[in-house]
């Protein structure tokens, strides 16, 4: 019984003791309320101001954000490697000069490499890297009487998953086929033609030869595609084909996506193969992979694409904006890189709107916060 009746007291005082924090508790809300209302009061002015620019900061922030948002979507050929495999996988670019040009079998080499280093298990059926790559020329392009001259883009590998382009009719080249004569048309070099879009399986000739129409797209009308001179006649056949009536013609553009469990893992491989001898530009040390030595004295830009439009990256750009965007180099950069540059701009001067908004509510809130304890 004794036992039974001193767990009841502690029970019994359990009880009291929390009732009497939860009454002590009600009180400061009480009075923190009543000061706080009369703080309000004293300096509604203060407060209304304060809480209007607030209000209005993350509505903009909101509408900043959303418009970010949008932005990226509309560059999506940057971000292919989130399609490709998810956020494990980065995307990297390499640009350079005719001069300076890449040539087939050191990109064979380098594939080699990347599927000796990402090996997939007999259980596995999902590749770990995918490439690309791309040379520009010209071409005249005949039917019958008519003719049309556009820029043409030799393309290799999987570069229309890196590239994809709004079909009207037909399909993409593959350029894995053994028959090299395809050609993809764009809507207003069809209509020039044949007067019609719905034109695939038919011919077109370069020079006197026939090549077999793979499709007609349509061309994107929006600003950064005609400033970034996507606005023209442009013509899509493969490397070899491009080479043919070019003889000047070299691959300037390769692009590969591929495993990156370590953040820049990818754009260090890349490097080290390209550039062994160049600097990291996140200032990380240099990651031996156990790649032959090359010839370092080549001019060759490498980019993570992937990567381009995150946080760090705006700021570096916001701290060097009007200069990161010019090229003073020989190297020769494609529309679709010109294109992410100038939505890269664009982001650029939303995310400082971003800081300053952000900025504006921390404000806001500090001097809220300073009127209250000053009352108090």
């Known amino acids: ?4 009746n001193w767990i009841k007291d502690i029970i019994i005082n359990i009880k009291r003791s929390i009732t009497e924090k939860i009454k002590k508790l009600r009180q400061k809300m009480k009075l923190f309320f009543t000061e706080l209302g009369s703080c309000f009061y004293t300096n509604k002015r203060t407060f209304i101001k304060s809480g209007l620019i607030l209000f209005i900061s993350l509505i903009f922030l909101l509408v900043l954000n959303l418009i970010s948002f949008s932005v990226i979507k509309n560059v999506p050929d940057q971000n292919s490697c989130l399609e490709w495999g998810g956020k494990d996988y980065a995307q990297v670019s390499c640009y350079t000069s005719r001069a300076d040009g890449f040539h087939t079998d050191e990109l064979m080499r380098f594939e080699y490499e990347m599927n000796k280093m990402l090996k997939t298990s007999e259980k596995e059926n999902v590749s770990k890297w ?19 001259e556009g820029v043409a883009y030799g393309v290799g590998n999987n570069f229309f998953f ?9 399909s993409y080249i593959d350029t894995k086929n053994v028959m090299k004569d395809y050609i993809l048309l764009d809507e207003e070099a069809a209509w020039r033609l044949f007067g019609s879009s719905d034109i695939a399986g038919m011919y077109a000739y370069i020079n006197g030869e026939p090549h077999v129409i793979a499709g007609v797209y349509k ?11 996507n606005g023209e006649i442009t013509f899509y056949v493969s490397y070899e084909v491009l080479k043919k009536y070019n003889e000047d013609a070299a ?9 990156n469990a370590v953040k820049h ?4 491989y890349v490097q080290n193969y390209f550039q ?13 992979l156990g790649l032959s030595d090359k010839d370092s004295d080549r001019e060759i830009k490498i980019i993570e694409t992937s990567d381009r439009y995150s946080v760090q990256n705006r700021w570096k750009e916001l701290k060097n904006f009007g200069v990161h965007s010019m090229k003073l180099d020989e190297i020769i950069y494609p529309f679709w890189e ?5 939505y890269g701009t664009v982001l650029t001067l939303l995310f400082f709107f971003q800081i300053v908004e952000w900025i504006t509510v921390v404000l806001c809130i500090v001097i809220m916060i300073i009127k209250i304890h000053r009352f108090r």
């Open 276 to 288: 062994p001898e160049a600097e990291n530009t996140d200032g990380a040390a240099k990651v031996d």
């Open 219 to 229: 061309q994107p009308k929006s600003w950064p595609n005609k400033a970034a001179g």
């Open 265 to 268: 893992y990818a754009y260090r």
């Open 1 to 4: 019984m004794k036992i039974g």
């Open 338 to 342: 010109n294109i992410a540059i100038a």
């Open 251 to 259: 691959i300037t553009c390769y692009e590969v996506i591929m495993e």
């Open 162 to 170: 890196f590239h994809p382009l709004q079909l009207l009719n037909g």
């Open 130 to 148: 995918t490439d690309a790559y791309s040379g520009k020329g010209k071409l005249t392009v005949t039917n019958g009487n008519t003719s049309v």
